[in-house]
């Protein structure tokens, strides 16, 4: 008896535990999807989406303990520009790729937000960084 009690209890007491893995939407006053993705100890965690007013993508990303992580993409509205940037605890680091069209147009190198590179030309961001992939 005892053991099917400790059963009974753990499930129910885990199911609204802050630990517990979570996918959650945020809405706008005008009922629109704002965000969407998963919270664990409420903090944001994994693959995130965010939108505008009007249900258009802004961004998407990487969470991490409640920080922007890894590659997060963002749009321009309405824009044939897209850019792909590498962040570490909330920060720029690493590439920042600038997109039109799906082709590279520009390139920028970041450490703790800082610029410390920048390219216009696709050959030159190779040559310069022939181990990055993209």
């Keep these: 008896m005892h053991l099917y009690l400790f059963i ?18 945020n809405y706008y006053e ?12 409420n903090y944001k ?3 995130w989406y965010f939108y505008d007013k009007n249900a258009n993508i802004k961004k998407e990303g990487h969470f991490v303990n409640g920080s922007a992580e890894n590659w997060w993409i963002f749009y ?10 590498q962040f570490k605890n909330n920060k720029k680091n690493g590439f920042a790729l600038c997109y039109k069209n799906n082709e590279l ?3 920028e190198k970041y450490k703790n937000n800082l ?4 390219w216009t030309s696709l050959l030159a961001f190779k ?3 022939p181990d990055v992939s993209f």
């Design 45 to 47: 965690t994994d693959y």
């Design 30 to 41: 005008n009922g629109t999807l704002k965000s969407e993705g998963w919270i664990t100890n």
């Design 105 to 107: 147009i520009r390139a």
């Design 115 to 118: 610029k410390t590179g920048s």
């Design 127 to 129: 040559l310069d960084n």
């Design 76 to 85: 321009e509205i309405g824009s044939p520009y897209k850019s792909k940037i």
């Design 8 to 25: 009974f209890l753990s499930f129910f007491t885990n199911i609204d535990s802050p630990n517990s893995k979570q996918y959650i939407k």
